[in-house]
């Protein structure tokens, strides 16, 4: 028997959150009056499906149509359910929405935890928080994938004074941070996804901070010699990569001694 997901919608809840404001349902809207209309495949019935099909479909129109304050005031109003999100549309989640978040991530209201569809783990009978999943958004924003995780409870285990130090140093001011720099190279440079790994030939990144950016070199690692490859870059805090050299043979610089900036 298939287990039902459910991704929720606000329409139809009462009550106001975040600032959010719901109409009033007494509201008589005349014939004449233009109103926006939510698409067919937008509604909760569309959204109610089990495993399979929303592997298939994903997650129709809702992200499409609900910013991500919105979604969270339905993860609110929902708190007994379990949401399944396959993915969100690219750069969904803006900074103005990392900022209103920031300022919930200490609530703990009761509120829906996520899963996704590639989850083993199910959170039955269990309820999470609007501010575990204002961080949950948050890691999404910060990694640039929503969901950043399997599930928003059992494997994910944020850190808000992390979080904190992050969007004081960086995330207030749209910069990118060490792992943002990092991503921003492999989205650009998809082999360099296999970055990093103990697998041998082993492959590690360094990074260098400068004013305007980080440089980030991805490293091989040999047995005989310390270094086999390197390819780097230069990523800027306008977000923009651009490659700064290349290293396709052997040296003999240990890994420690190598800069990112020089690459080599």
């Keep these: ?30 014939p004449d009056t233009t109103t926006n209309q939510t698409p067919d495949d937008c509604t909760f019935d569309q959204l109610t499906m089990n495993h399979e099909v929303h592997l298939l479909t994903g997650d129709s129109c809702y992200f499409r149509t609900h ?5 969270l005031n339905d993860l609110r109003m929902h ?3 379990q949401v399944l999100v396959l993915n969100v549309p690219d750069d969904w989640i803006t900074l103005h929405d990392a900022e209103l978040l920031m300022k919930v991530m200490d609530s703990n209201e009761p509120a829906a935890p996520v899963v ?4 083993s783990y199910w959170p039955s009978n269990q309820t999470s928080t609007v501010g575990n999943e204002a961080l949950f958004l948050l ?10 995780g399997l599930c928003s409870l ?15 140093t960086y995330g207030k001011l749209g910069l990118p941070d060490e792992q943002n720099a990092i991503r921003i190279v492999q989205n650009t440079n998809p082999e360099l996804m ?32 310390p270094i086999i490859s390197a390819q780097c870059y230069y990523v800027g805090n306008d977000k923009k990569v651009r490659p700064t050299g290349l290293v396709n043979h052997s040296i003999m610089v240990q890994l420690q001694d190598f800069s990112a900036q020089k690459c080599g």
């Design 154 to 168: 059992n494997y994910f285990r944020p850190n808000g004074t992390e979080v904190r130090a992050w969007w004081n």
């Design 79 to 81: 708190p007994d359910s």
């Design 1 to 30: 028997m298939g287990i039902l997901f459910v991704v929720l919608m606000s329409a139809g809840c009462t009550g106001t959150f975040f600032g959010l404001q719901n109409t009033v349902p007494e509201t008589t809207i005349s």
């Design 139 to 148: 890691e999404g924003y910060r990694t640039g994938n929503y969901p950043p």
């Design 194 to 225: 296999a970055y990093p790994s103990d697998q041998f030939p082993t492959k590690s990144i360094d990074t260098e901070k400068v004013p305007d950016g980080w440089y980030v070199a991805f490293i091989q690692e040999g047995s005989g010699v």
């Design 67 to 71: 910013s991500p304050m919105e979604y």
């Design 116 to 119: 996704s569809p590639l989850s």
